[in-house]
Each structure stands twice: as C-alpha cells, then as structure tokens.
T-cell receptor, first 115, second 118 residues
Framework: ETGVTQSPTHLIKTRGQQVTLRCSSQ?????VSWYQQALGQGPQFIFQ???????GRGNFPPRFSGRQVPTYSAELNVNALELDDSALYLC??????????????FGPGTRLLVL | AQKVTQAQTEISVVEKEDVTLDCVYE???????LFWYKQPPSGELVFLIR??????QNEISGRYSWNFQKSTSSFNFTITASQVVDSAVYFC???????????????FGQGTRLTINP
C-alpha cells in the first residue's frame, strides 16, 4: 500500500463532457504527477504539481488541467472529452526536496471510458 | 530526448524458471535515475527499484536481481525461480536527477507482460 488513493475507480462519460479525477497523495509528499496510460501502452506524463504550482507538462493539450490543494489533494480536469481520452489515469506522489523529487509512488488509477 | 525500449512485449514461462526482462534506454543526461515498476491486473504501479546512474553495482533483493550496464545503456531485471504471483506487466522507466531543472517526469517503456504458468 502506497497511501496514494484515487477516485473514482471507474468512470463512463460521453464525448464533449467534462471530467474531474481526484487524488489523495501520501502524507508528507509535496509533489503530484499525473499520467495517462492507454490500453497496452506505457504511462505518458501529463503534468506535475509541486507545492500547488504546475512544475512541468507533457505533450497534452490545454483542455487537460489540474490543481493541487492543501493538504495532499490533487485534481485532474479534462474538458471536451474525446474518444481517445479513454485510458487509465494514474496519480503519483513523491517527496520533493529543493524542487527535485524522489521516487514516485502510484495510486490504483481511474479507468475512464469515453463513449 | 529520453527513450526507454522494452523489446519483449510478452514472455511466458513455467513456474520455477528464471526469466530476464530487458530494458534499453537513451538519454543525453550524464546523470539519471532508472526504475522498475510492476503493474498487476488491478492497475496500480508498484515500485520495485530505483538505480542512480552513478551506481553501477548490481542489486539483489530476494528472488529479484537487477543488472545495470551503463556502457550498453541497459538495466535488465531477472526473476529467479518465478512464481505465479509474479505474473504482471513490468515497466522500466527513466527520469532526470533532481536539480537539473523542469519536472522530473518518468519516461516509461512499453512494458513486458510476464505470464508465469503453474
């Protein structure tokens, strides 16, 4: 058990809708990263938050947004859902020292299906 | 750009056999971290090991061992005397060291699906 939790576990949406996924990070961790994992693929980095500020972003469009709120909570928002957004969304938390970070520990993920 | 390649898409062995999962990486950084994660059917990525590029010592943890060779940019993972519970998808990943600027994103390989048959 990593202490990282995500909700909901499963979600079904239709194209064009908006969705918010939630993550509760491990106690003491100040960095949250989000990854998208399509079926049969490795996880792809979406973005990272450090002390409530976006710390870096992968190759994802602006309709993917997020926030980190005290204490140890984070959200991933996706607007205007597309069919290709169907994937497992993974949250990872880590303890960052001076802006760097150590090992990322993952939650169980949210499986999103867009119809 | 960083890249991780796991050429073995699927491996199937009989219980108690030894199995090695290959990982080859590319990076322009001189210092970096390498990781192995296990993903069981439940979906959660379970951390197995982190290796600093400074440290080329091989590591053994129970039935698991890791062979890091910087000269060939490889970080292979061996399971000795495999068990059915080892069945999962295994991912190799790479990230920059702290302090080099920017987010420390994990760059994952495509994964190797390991099936251990009784």
């Amino acid at each position: 058990e990593t202490g990282v939790t995500q909700s909901p576990t499963h979600l079904i949406k239709t194209r064009g809708q908006q969705v918010t996924l939630r993550c509760s990070s491990q106690s003491g961790h100040n960095t949250v990263s989000w990854y998208q994992q399509a079926l049969g693929q490795g996880p792809q980095f979406i973005f990272q938050y450090y002390r409530e500020e976006e710390n870096g972003r992968g190759n994802f469009p602006p309709r993917f947004s997020g926030r980190q709120v005290p204490t140890y909570s984070a959200e991933l928002n996706v607007n205007a859902l597309e069919l290709d957004d169907s994937a497992l969304y993974l949250c990872a938390s880590s303890e960052s020292v001076s802006g760097g970070e150590e090992t990322q520990y993952f939650g169980p993920g949210t499986r999103l299906l867009v119809l | 750009a960083q890249k991780v390649t796991q050429a073995q898409t699927e491996i199937s062995v009989v219980e108690k056999e030894d199995v090695t999962l290959d990982c080859v990486y590319e990076t322009r950084d001189t210092t970096y971290y390498l990781f192995w994660y296990k993903q069981p059917p439940s979906g959660e990525l379970v951390f197995l090991i982190r290796r600093n590029s400074f440290d080329e010592q091989n590591e053994i943890s129970g039935r698991y061992s890791w062979n890091f060779q910087k000269s060939t940019s490889s970080f292979n993972f061996t399971i000795t005397a495999s068990q059915v519970v080892d069945s999962a998808v295994y991912f190799c990943a790479l990230t920059r060291l702290p302090g080099l600027g920017g987010a420390q994103k994990l760059v994952f390989g495509q994964g190797t699906r390991l099936t251990i048959n009784p």
